[in-house]
């Protein structure tokens, strides 16, 4: 698992991100997947799939995976480590505060 320790920095409103999507964020020069889960609750992982560079923001999710897009590889939202043998993704610690999305711890 790879979490990465970024900068707390808040990155837009809660209402920015349906239930049960997500979208990419630029934070300091990284791009960053966050999805809010049907049960409210947030994740956050690299935004680029490291097998061909696929949009992660795009692809499908439950509460505990994301597919990508293109090629349909998975990765674990919580731990980055990748159920389908591909390499895994950075995960980073995010938050609600209010009807914030913080970044960072």
């Given amino acids: 698992m790879t979490i990465s320790a970024i900068e707390k920095t808040v990155i837009g409103s809660i209402d920015d991100i349906p239930l049960g999507e997500g979208r990419t964020f630029t934070v300091e020069d ?58 895994p993704i950075t995960v980073y610690p995010v938050r609600v505060d209010g009807d914030l999305i913080v970044l960072g711890e």
Avoid: Y
């Fill in 30 to 87: 990284e791009m960053i997947a966050v999805f809010r889960l049907r049960d409210g609750s947030l994740r956050a992982v690299s935004a680029v799939c490291p097998h061909k560079g696929g949009p992660l923001a795009d692809g499908q999710i439950d509460n505990r995976v994301v597919v990508c897009p293109l090629h349909l590889f998975s990765w674990d939202l919580a731990t980055g480590c990748s159920q389908s043998g591909q390499p």
